[in-house]
């Protein structure tokens, strides 16, 4: 059985189950503040999959917090502005100033990345941060909580003791399921088309800086620029039935099974969208997600109990129409962080604080990207209403200053 540690070393063991955006932000937090950290994922090496991910002042003015701002920039793209258009008639409905804006008005940037450099940078931090482990090719079978110790075994019949343990191994988290016992999460009938293009093989028309959302009925496409503004990220989610196998998300998916969903669109949008296949490198230009979430958190015991936390998709895992799914997950890193710092507390507790400070935060996310979703594709009068309160309102709906300036 693997301690994690020399016999004798009193220095705290942290387990983390999953590899990650939010294991490896967990891991690299955890460890600043003096824990030993043992990471496992399941996969045999870390391979670049993936689309693009937004991150608000919310989760940058961690990230720069925490000793990375210039490696963000270097792979990162920082939009001037946002964009909400009326998938069908092309209309601009309203627009918030990002940039320097955002810096004033939050004390950090709004930025879109690439999940692959995301999850680069922080394996970078965290490999070179004093104190952590992180072991690959490691699937969980189950865990064991006495109270004193936590155990982890793996499938390979590895056992592995630590002083707590966090599953960080996503929304289909077999830590929960250990935990919990909830059963799967739910599939609403969500399909996500992604692809990630050369702007360099756009015409110029075409190309970007700034984040575009289009609102149709049933239906909203993103794209906004990454990796310095070379490429860009497309996401297009309509309705329809998800693959038989709703646990993977990298199935490649037919372009033409993609224009027929998004029927009447204005001219623009289907020109972006007849250019994928020219600017992508991929034999699969679209690549589809069905997307999977929970109902939000309803208390603290659901993301702790005794020397078990869950944290990112594993906790609260939520529809992407607030762009917080990323950002949720290293909020929760730092939070872990900072409550097991707590030296005068036992890790239970510890770990409650951690739920305790974190849960209803999530659950209010959670709910607005429930309610985004229903937004963003509505029809018949809510649609009119929708538009019509964008236009009239502009950044006071736009922007959103509980998130992002706590």
């Given at each position: ?15 983390i189950?999953?590899g ?59 939009p ?16 918030l ?76 988290s ?26 360099s ?39 329809g ?52 979430d ?13 020397l ?9 895992p ?31 507790t ?57």
């Open positions: 059985m693997d301690r994690g540690g020399t016999i004798g070393d009193m220095t705290q063991q942290l387990l189950a999953g990650g955006i939010g294991g490896l932000a967990a891991a690299l937090a955890v460890a600043r503040t003096g824990w030993e950290v043992r990471l496992y994922e399941r996969a045999a090496e870390f391979t670049e999959v993936g689309a693009g991910v937004q991150l608000g002042p919310n989760v940058t003015r961690i990230l720069q917090g925490w000793g990375l701002e210039a490696e963000l920039r270097d792979v990162a793209a920082f001037d502005r946002l964009q909400v258009r009326n998938a069908t008639s092309g209309a601009e409905l309203g627009t100033a990002l940039g320097a804006r955002t810096i004033e008005r939050y004390g950090a940037p709004y930025v879109t990345i690439h999940r692959a450099d995301l999850h680069r940078l922080l394996c970078k931090a965290a490999s070179e941060q004093h104190g952590v482990h992180i072991n690959l090719d490691h699937w969980v079978a189950d865990l064991k909580d006495d109270g004193g110790v936590v155990t982890l075994n793996t499938v390979a019949g590895q056992q592995i003791e630590g002083d707590a343990l966090v599953g960080a191994d996503g929304v289909w077999r830590v929960r399921q250990q935990l919990l016992n909830d059963g799967p999460p739910r599939v609403p009938g969500h399909l996500a088309y992604r692809t990630m293009l050369n702007q093989a756009l015409p110029q028309a075409l190309r970007t800086t700034q984040v575009t959302a289009w609102l149709g009925p049933r239906l909203h496409v993103v794209q906004y620029p990454v990796r310095r503004g070379e490429w860009m990220n497309v996401v297009a989610i309509v309705h039935e998800p693959p038989a196998d709703a646990q993977g998300w990298d199935h490649g998916a037919n372009h033409d099974d993609l224009q027929r969903a998004l029927g009447d669109t204005c001219a623009p949008l289907r020109d972006l969208i007849v250019a994928v296949p020219e600017a992508t490198v991929n034999d699969h230009p679209w690549r589809l997600w069905a997307l999977a929970r109902p939000p958190v309803q208390d603290a015991e659901q993301m702790a109990r005794g078990v936390a869950l944290l990112g998709d594993a906790a609260h939520m529809r992407p129409y607030l762009a917080q799914g990323a950002g949720m997950a290293i909020e929760d890193a730092a939070e872990l962080a900072r409550a097991l710092a707590m030296d005068a507390v036992d890790v239970p510890r770990l409650k604080r951690y739920a305790l400070a974190r849960w209803q935060r999530c659950a209010r996310v959670q709910a607005r990207s429930i309610r985004n979703g229903q937004i963003f594709h509505s029809t018949g009068l809510v649609r009119f209403g929708r538009d019509a309160s964008i236009k009239l309102l502009g950044e006071r709906i736009l922007d959103v200053p509980w998130l992002y300036g706590s």
